[in-house]
């Protein structure tokens, strides 16, 4: 089934979504329920209805990300903000099939900031996944995390979907060369707007890891990639940008159904490529503002963020799978109303939308 | 423009107070068969304007003789006229015989300004022309002012628990000076850049507020403004 195809698959409502929401979903996609009052009977109706056209289990995930703790213990701000959105999960019903952590859960790389960090989660109740950004690598080249978390390369199968967790963040050796100190290097790297930086790549041993993992996945299984960085180029001078992002999406790009969700941009960002979708994650932490260019048209900005309301433009966010495999995201932002990007919203729009967010 | 405008009286009175002065040994009496004793000294006058800080050096009249009508209106123009560019000490000399005007900008030596347009551009450079020496001295001190503003903005030691200025505003961006002073909303008053810093010195960064004379203010102001030179405003976005 090509992409274009898929694009017509009816939408199917979920729990979670408004009301009003679902029903300009419905709306667009000429399917018109009887008013009974309650959205999730219109879900319930409706699902009754509609033919789902590939097998794939409708399922929830959540995700957190970008917490950067540093080691001033549970007090600091960053902390009480991760262990703010751990208890909005456990206090999800139902509970989300699994939490996705996106990477930077440090702010320096230090393993005080780690063993927090890695105390704070094992609080949630849902099983963690979790994956690697730039300021958890670059103090010691990711021994501590990896220690902690394992590889941050890996695969793995969940109600038909076919997930992968990459580490985006790789970036060539310009420290030896230079003598930088581990505490040099990862201040470095952790300065989004160093002129002086170099670009993320996913890696040429990455690229083979991910080519073979592919090689035994059906074209038609839906794929799910994390990745820290964006997969696509958006503002090299802050690096949002994954240098090998072409390479990348040329790997993913035989397969029907593909989304990205990524950490590090603390923002709402949407991107579509080809089919390929592509979502950011917001912050716990603080959100970052738009870049001054290369904004993804698909995007539905955030209004700037209040900076005398500190939880303002941050929070967490919910995935709810749909049965053609793509996604719809939900953007749980503290102190605003959520944000819902649908799949359906995507292929619909051709400007990007400017309604405020709150 | 505005600076060729306004020097265009002035250059057309000092067009006309040369010629009358220099007319003006032709036809203005000598001060031997005017009567007055020579000390051997050069006669001038010197017509000091209401500032007391324009003066016009009148050669060939001795101090306190009355000035021929013409000569005294000319000289009275010239000083107005130079009282328009600017509130520096100027003394013009109108010398009996050379077709040039002498200026001293702030009691400096005399310079001849002999093409007339000169004479804006003179005075705003107090008299002597910026030297290539002094304009790298200027930029590299600026330079270093800026340098020092971005090596703060990025140091996370301005507060005490870790995050810096760039965590929110990489390149200085959603910082806005070119819109201060303005009303700011949750601070209930009119506020200028350097309070909004301060305030966020003091809470997302929860350290000490800088003096106002302060040389990191100065340098972090020097920064942000330098970095959001000519940027588009985008209220609400960035």
Known sequence: MSAKKKDKTPYISLPGISRREFLKTAVTTGILVASSGCASQYSQSLAEQVEIKQGTEEFMFAYISDSHLLDRGKEHRFARSLIKAVEDVNAMDPQPDFVLYGGDLAQLGLREELTLGKEIIAELKPKVHMMVGEHDWYFDMGEAWKEFFGNPTYSFDHKGIHFIVLNSVIVEDYWSETNMSPMDRMLFMAQLDNPKGRPFTVGKEQRGWLSNDLSSVKKDTPVVIFSHSPLYKYYKSWNFWTDDAEEVQGLLSPFETVTVLHGHTHQVLTNKIDHIVFHGMLSTAWPWPYAPEGIPKYTRQMNRADPFNQFDGTGWGKIHTIPNGNVNKTYNLWGRNPTVVSYDRILTEREPISDPSY | ?238
């Open chain 2, 1 to 238: 423009m505005k600076f060729l405008l306004k020097a265009l009286p002035c250059i057309f009175t000092f067009l006309l107070a040369l010629i009358t002065t220099t007319n003006a040994e032709v036809h203005t009496p000598g001060r031997m068969d005017r009567g007055i004793p020579s000390h051997g000294e050069k006669t001038i006058q010197v017509v000091t304007a209401c500032d007391g800080k324009k003066k016009v050096i009148v050669e060939g009249y001795y101090e306190g003789e009355v000035l021929p009508e013409e000569k005294a209106r000319q000289t009275a123009h010239l000083l107005m006229d130079l009282m328009e560019f600017c509130e520096l000490e100027i003394t013009a000399k109108i010398p009996e015989s050379e077709m040039v005007i002498q200026l001293s900008v702030n009691g400096k030596p005399f310079i001849s300004v002999k093409n007339l347009e000169e004479i804006p551009l003179v005075l705003t450079h107090g008299g002597t022309p910026h030297s290539e020496r002094e304009k790298r001295i200027w930029e590299a001190e600026m330079d270093r002012v800026i340098g020092e503003g971005y090596k703060i903005f990025h140091d996370p030691t301005l507060g005490a628990n870790g995050i810096s200025c760039d965590m929110c505003h990489p390149d200085a961006s959603n910082t806005h000076p070119e819109t201060y002073p303005k009303f700011q909303t949750q601070i209930k008053k009119v506020t200028l850049l350097r309070e909004m810093i301060n305030w966020c010195i003091e809470n997302p960064l929860e350290g000490k507020k800088l003096a106002e004379d302060d040389h990191r203010m100065k340098a972090l102001e020097s920064y942000i403004i330098s970095a959001r030179a000519g940027k588009k405003i985008e209220p609400g976005k960035h």
